[in-house]
């Protein structure tokens, strides 16, 4: 094994099995060498490791046969390639390709431009030769050819909210209490939402010294986070309070040549960096060892419409009445709803489907094909008619072989809606690192998870609240207040308004686009659009997809 990492565990016993816990992990050598004293073979681990709390890499070895995985979130990632009959694993993507000299594959590029990469594309590598192990499966090699195996399966129990939002305050507990103790001195966001607060009074409680808690201001006149955070700054006891001015923040698509890499994936999160680490230097230089954040909340916590969906052939009036609920907060037509609700195509046959229209029109934004496979994805109106090409051969060839990663549209939906919020907040992550103070969102740990998917779907997925199983789980640990707001904090005013000051600099980038240059992006109707005042295609057409491909590459 051979990695740079700053937490890890390994255990040795008598029947020649070796264990290597690498990550946020509560157990220590002796512990771990008590959990695996009688085991022989490496497939036992990973029902041990199962068990346990934290965010960590399993490495498991016996007689020259090696089992490896990540995290079932997706947040802790493996892939794997091989070369005269050796192959090597890795948690980054770019490692393997830099080892093997693997080319950068142009297809699988072009399908990062669309604005929704569906299943199974989206865990596809950018590299040729390199493989990606999917979440929820390990990879099994040495003494034969790599080969996956699923391992994880989401929790099949429905449970009561009331006892959901127990073990899922347990969990986060649990989650968020190893990374103050394994960190020693800790840092965390709190932006005024549900996640980060929940985080930041968690950490609150089982830290011995006061924890800076971080808060960016918005330059949205509407925005209120930050008074929601200065609530809970001053009514949760152990919390630091660190506002920073509005001038140290940068605007959006400023600083985007000055972004560190690598990464081993363009997604827009990696366009975030000079905003996401504003503040990160002094809460480094002030002793933070670890920078704790609420990212993923709204992934597990947020239960997906089409649960409802699922549930019409049981309990039909009471998924009729959530979906006229969404259908009234979303204003959708009924004949579209209507249109979705019938739709009985298999997934393979949704997205040999979708091939077709990844040029046509966007949908509008919160359509009710949330009641389906996906959101139908779509391509900018810049992309070359040959990325389109790309795109749709891609996408038929999935098709041939795709199956839904789950056995409902729902199930299918939040393990997708997972696994890309991972992907998202594992790029962060990266990025974060380059920084020195590293980022933990406890919020995306396996056991956290599953408390949340263990809690019956029409409780915790409902039009009429919002995320009533955190409310739940966190009544007594947080401000009253807090637990009642109604509003959500979002962004559009400042990208609105960074994207019109950073036009120029923008343009700059077209003028020599290496997407260009790999023939998938129209530089000419890029620049065009950039420049012209007030363009919906700009803001609402995925530019924030091509934007990072385009800054990825001048990364790696």
């Known amino acids: 094994m051979l990695g740079d990492w700053a937490t890890s565990v390994q255990a040795r016993n008598d029947h020649g099995l070796f264990v290597a816990l690498i990550g946020h992990t509560p157990v220590g050598a002796p512990e771990l060498g008590a959990h695996i004293a009688g085991v ?57 390709a830099g080892l093997f000299d693997a080319p950068v594959d142009d297809d699988v590029l072009a399908l990062r431009l669309l604005d929704f990469v569906p299943h199974p594309l989206g865990d596809v590598p950018l590299w040729r030769g390199v493989r990606s192990v999917l979440p929820g499966e390990f990879l099994r090699f040495g003494r034969s050819a790599p080969r ?27 989650a968020v209490g190893l990374r103050v103790d394994v960190a020693g001195s800790v840092s965390a966001d709190l932006s005024g939402g549900l996640d980060s607060t929940t985080v930041c009074a968690l950490a609150a409680g089982v830290s011995t010294a006061p924890i800076p808690a ?10 209120d986070d930050v008074h929601w955070a200065r609530l809970a700054a001053a009514e949760i006891d152990g ?53 704790l954040t609420g990212m993923g909340g709204d992934h597990v916590l947020w239960g997906h419409p089409a649960h409802h969906r699922d549930l ?27 249109s979705v609700l019938a739709d009985r195509r298999p997934y393979g046959r949704w997205l040999a489907d979708v091939a077709d229209d990844v040029t046509a029109p966007r949908a509008a934004p919160h359509s009710p094909d949330v009641f389906g496979w996906d959101i139908p994805p779509r391509l900018p109106i810049w992309a070359t008619a040959d990325a389109a090409a790309s795109v749709r051969r891609s996408l038929r060839e999935a098709a041939r072989t795709a199956q839904p990663r789950g056995t409902t ?148």
């Open 40 to 96: 022989r073979e490496p497939g036992a681990v990973h029902r041990i490791a199962a068990r346990l709390p934290g965010d960590f890499h399993v490495i498991a070895e016996a007689h020259g046969e090696i089992h490896a995985h990540g995290t079932a979130s997706g947040m802790r990632r493996l892939f794997h390639a091989t070369e005269n009959g050796v192959t090597v694993a890795a948690n980054r993507a770019d490692v393997l």
């Open 148 to 174: 996956t195996v699923r391992w994880w399966e989401p929790p099949r129990t429905q449970v009561p909210l009331a006892e959901g939002a127990q073990a899922l305050r347990t969990a986060l507990e649990e």
């Open 214 to 223: 971080l808060t960016m201001p918005s330059r949205d006149s509407g925005d």
């Open 239 to 291: 919390l630091e309070h660190v506002l920073l001015d509005i001038d140290e923040i940068p605007l959006f698509y400023s600083g985007l040549l000055d972004v560190r890499g690598p990464v081993d994936e363009p997604l827009p999160t990696l366009l975030d960096q000079p905003r996401q680490l504003v503040g990160h230097d002094a809460l480094l230089a002030g002793g933070s060892r670890l920078h």
């Open 312 to 338: 019409l052939a049981t309990r039909p009036l009471t998924a009729l009445r959530s979906i006229r609920g969404y259908r009234a907060q979303n204003r959708w037509s009924l004949r579209e709803t209507l």
């Open 409 to 556: 549209r729902a199930l299918h939906n939040e393990l997708h809606t997972l696994h890309h919020g991972t992907r998202a907040t594992r790029v962060l992550h990266q990025v974060a690192e380059h920084s020195g103070l590293p980022l933990a969102s406890p919020f995306l740990d396996d056991r956290v998870v599953e408390a949340c998917w263990s809690v019956r779907s029409d409780e915790r997925a409902t039009p009429w609240e919002f995320k009533p199983l955190l409310k739940s789980a966190m009544r007594g640990r947080m401000p009253d207040a807090l637990l009642r707001r109604t509003t959500k904090g979002e962004a559009s005013a400042d990208a609105a308004n960074g994207l019109r000051e950073n036009r120029e600099r923008l343009a700059e980038l077209w003028r020599d686009s290496l997407l260009a240059k790999a023939g998938l992006v129209d530089a000419d109707k890029l620049l065009d659009i950039t420049l012209r005042p007030s363009s919906p295609e700009l803001r609402h057409g995925g530019l924030d997809a091509t934007l990072a491909c385009e800054i990825w590459l001048r990364t790696i």
